[in-house]
Nanobody, 116 residues
Framework: QVQVVESGGGLVQAGGSLRLSCVGS????????MGWYRQGPGKQRELVAS???????NYADFVKGRFTISRDNAKNTVYLQMNSLKPEDAAVYYC??????????WGQGTQVTVSS
């Protein structure tokens, strides 16, 4: 059974850094796009960054220059390095993994809290 599991959230002071990880598991598969989304209290889920299987990246304007998405295809893992965090970055961060032929799956989310 396909699974997507995030890790790496936590509490950090404004200006600090966190690194999120997300791994897809559960069988033999090919992963297409991988992405990170976030949902703050009372807000809709929004795209933070995405990366294709070839390594092309896309970022939301509000994280450009601060966040970096990367992936390790051998480990079926995507990372989100978050620097210069702001209180408005606080949210539940979700990983989305598009498995070829199976569709896109969400992780359970990981909480990021930024104190001012």
């Amino acid at each position: 059974q396909v699974q997507v599991v995030e890790s790496g959230g936590g509490l950090v002071q404004a200006g600090g850094s966190l690194r999120l990880s997300c791994v897809g598991s559960g069988g033999i598969f090919i992963i297409n796009n991988m992405g990170w989304y976030r949902q703050g209290p009372g807000k809709q889920r929004e795209l933070v960054a995405s990366i294709t299987s070839g390594g092309s990246t896309n970022y939301a304007d509000f994280v450009k220059g601060r966040f970096t998405i990367s992936r390790d295809n051998a480990k079926n893992t995507v990372y989100l390095q978050m620097n210069s965090l702001k209180p408005e970055d606080a949210a539940v961060y979700y990983c989305n993994v598009d498995f070829y032929g199976l569709g896109a799956y969400w992780g359970q989310g990981t909480q990021v809290t930024v104190s001012s």
